[in-house]
Structures are given as C-alpha cells and as structure tokens.
C-alpha cells in the first residue's frame, strides 16, 4: 500500500499533549537500528508488594522501573508480524519520555497538562 514506509509508530489517543519531540527521538532510535522503541519516564511513585492477605511485604526499588509512554515504534514488518502492536515481541529500546506524555482521563490531567 504505501511501499516507501518503514516505520510504523503506535500511539495511544489519550497521550495527546505528548511533544514533538518525543515521537522524533523514537523515529531517530528507529533510523539508528533499534528494533522497537518506546518512551518512558522514571518511576517517582514508592511501589509496595503486597501479600494476598493485603499487608505490605516489601518495597520495591524504582532504581531500575520505568513507567512506559507512547508512541511505540517498529519497523513497519516487525509491527505486521506481532501479534500485540503493543508487545511486538523484539528487545525494547527506550527513549526519554516527556510529563506531558501521561494518559489524560480526568479534568485533573487535563490541568496538568494545558499552559
């Protein structure tokens, strides 16, 4: 259908607010070789395990947690062989990601995200 495409970006419609310069760096990591990209950002939140019986086994280190963003990038023949856009099933490189790039829910996000 479109035969010069290479790349294939899925992005999630309630990341609106997500820069520019987001979806550049994940093109950019394409061009440069990566398999599948995708944006993330520091985890800041304290995670907890907790137990079936809901009390609190320990608490995790964010040191090495990301949450992850969109738009995630493939190249277009990676995407057609997935199973899951979402999980193509190839090593994940990783961009940084931007705040702007939350999930806008609620009139919370919105404020958090409108100048």
């Known amino acids: 259908m479109f035969p010069d495409v290479r790349f294939a970006l ?3 419609v309630e990341r609106a607010a997500t820069p520019p310069e987001v979806v ?6 394409l061009e440069r070789g990566a398999q599948a990209v995708v944006p993330v950002l520091p985890l800041t939140d304290t995670v ?5 019986d809901g009390r609190i086994l320990g608490t995790r280190d964010r040191s090495e947690l ?4 969109s738009p995630l990038g493939a190249p277009i023949e990676v995407l057609r062989q997935a199973e899951d856009p979402r999980n193509p099933g190839v090593p994940l ?3 940084d ?3 702007h790039g939350l999930r806008i829910r609620t009139e919370i996000d ?5 100048p």
């Open 10 to 12: 899925v992005h999630d």
């Open 93 to 95: 490189t990783t961009v």
């Open 110 to 114: 919105v404020a958090s995200v409108t």
């Open 97 to 99: 990601g931007h705040p």
């Open 48 to 52: 907890k395990q907790v137990g079936p």
């Open 66 to 69: 990301r949450v992850m963003q």
């Open 24 to 29: 550049a760096a994940v093109v950019a990591e």
